[in-house]
């Protein structure tokens, strides 16, 4: 009788067990199925500003690494938060792998208005075959980002924030026309805040960035002594060819305006 009971006892515990490794095994199963969903989430993602493309955030990483100090040097030159600028450069250009940026080197998203005069490309946007800037190079994306927002009025409260408060930026890009999306704040504040843009504002901000001034330079930028002006140009255009800014341009000629004549030379070293 005791053997039987023993049988018995033991054949309880080898199923109970069984079950529940059994039980562990298909915990550690759904565990994995968990993090490979999270972790595939985290990987892509979906950048809807003017280019719809899904990207991983390795590709984000990497642009980041690329244009951080391109950010930087527009931050010490305009005043325009790093943070603020990549993030909008993440979004709008998909990461460099949108249409604008692949075949117009536009990375803002920025329409053709009627102060363009250089080359354009045409895209969907909130109408069919919109206007939009094309660039010889990301460099001058970059720059007429920058001249884009520092030579508008309705631009011109956004320089009255703290350099490193990203958050009233975001909203305040939105409120001042920039993007008709209502969620364009958050997505901007949320790139920010998962890649930790904010640190370029920082660096920039304790001068712990030292400006680099040439060494951001596109490759495939003139770097003349001289301009002669061409028909339909001005300083502006001139500046963004160049990469150097209007007020350079009129300090080194002694220029007290922005008029400039067809034949004109004008120095640039």
Not at 149 to 155: D, H, M, P
Not at 252 to 267: A, D, E, P, R, Y
């Amino acid at each position: 009788m005791r053997k039987i009971f023993s049988l018995l006892v033991c054949a309880y515990l080898l199923v109970g067990c069984s079950a529940t490794h059994q039980a562990k095994v298909r915990e550690r199963i759904n565990d994995k199925k968990k993090v490979t969903k999270v972790d595939k989430k985290k990987k892509e993602e979906q950048l809807t500003a003017t280019s719809k493309v899904s990207v991983t955030s390795e590709a984000i990483s990497d642009y980041i690494e690329e244009y951080k100090n391109i950010a930087m040097e527009n931050m010490a030159t305009y005043g325009i938060p790093a943070s603020i600028k990549l993030a909008q450069a993440i979004l709008e250009s998909g990461s460099g792998k949108g249409k604008l940026a692949k075949q117009a080197n536009n990375h803002f998203g920025i329409k053709c208005q009627t102060v363009w005069s250089g080359e354009v490309i045409y895209h969907t946007d909130d109408a069919p075959d919109e206007c939009f800037r094309k660039y010889n190079s990301a460099l001058e994306s970059f720059n007429d980002h920058s001249m884009f927002l520092t030579s508008r009025a309705y631009y011109s409260n956004l320089f009255k924030l703290e350099k490193g408060d990203y958050k009233s930026w975001a909203i305040g890009l939105k409120k001042a026309g920039y993007a008709t999306d209502p969620n364009y704040p958050s997505k901007l504040i949320s790139l920010i805040e998962r890649y930790d843009l904010h640190k370029f504002d920082e660096m920039v901000i304790t001068n712990e960035y030292k400006s680099s001034g040439k060494k951001y330079v596109a490759s495939n930028v003139n770097q003349a002594s001289f301009h002669e002006v061409i028909a339909g140009e001005t300083l502006y255009r001139i500046s963004l060819k160049y990469n150097i800014s209007v007020e350079e341009i009129q300090r080194m000629n002694n220029l007290s305006g922005n008029t400039i004549s067809v034949g004109q030379i004008l120095k640039l070293k």
